[in-house]
């Protein structure tokens, strides 16, 4: 019996452990957290930050994604996700000043590991443009090429592309 308890004791922080490949950016929310996506391309609001807020814009352009269906990216704030967006679309959220953490990651099981982060310190009264591209490319050889990748861009730049793109709403399945 005591071999047993001992056996068990020292296994259960390998069961603990995430398995490889399946780590979450800084920033993500829970895993199993999905989203529905509605995009109005009658819509292209811009709006300014409320008084001691900043306000994140969340681009997505899959100009680069050369698959039939197009991926829903969650985006997440200091690990709670805040919304998503599928194909070229975009959405804002209002964040505090300071510090943040902001991931962006393909929503569905086993695309987890197609997730992206960065920081990035918000001051009120400013806006903040972050731009995922998504990548589906099959080249001319054999090898497929899948990626996500999450950058700032200046305002000028954000506000031009966002306004190429329809707005997001979204809110989490049960």
């Known amino acids: 019996m005591r071999i047993i308890f001992l056996l068990f004791l020292f296994a259960s922080p390998a069961f603990a452990q995430s398995a490889p490949g399946a780590a979450i950016a800084p920033g993500c929310g829970a895993s199993e957290v999905n989203f529905s996506v509605e995009a109005d391309k009658n819509q292209h609001p811009f709006a300014k930050p409320d008084a001691g807020k900043a306000l994140v814009y969340f681009v997505q352009d ?3 994604f050369n698959a039939i269906g197009k991926p829903t990216v969650r985006a997440g704030l200091d690990g709670a996700w805040v919304g998503a967006t599928h194909g070229s679309s975009y959405f804002y959220f209002p964040v505090d000043a300071g510090q943040h953490h902001l991931c962006a ?3 569905g099981k086993g695309l987890q590991a197609y997730s992206a982060a960065t920081d990035f310190s918000a001051k009120a009264g400013e806006i903040y443009f972050f731009v995922v591209r998504d990548t589906w490319q099959w080249p001319k050889g054999s090898e497929l090429t899948q990626k996500i990748e999450l950058q700032s861009v200046n305002v ?5 592309l966002a306004s190429k793109y329809p707005f997001s709403s979204s809110h989490a399945k049960d």
Do not use: H, I, R
């Not at 000028?156 to 031009?160: F, H, R, V, W």
């Open 62 to 64: 899959d100009s680069n």
């Open 105 to 107: 990651s393909w929503q």
């Open 156 to 160: 000028d730049e954000g506000q031009l």
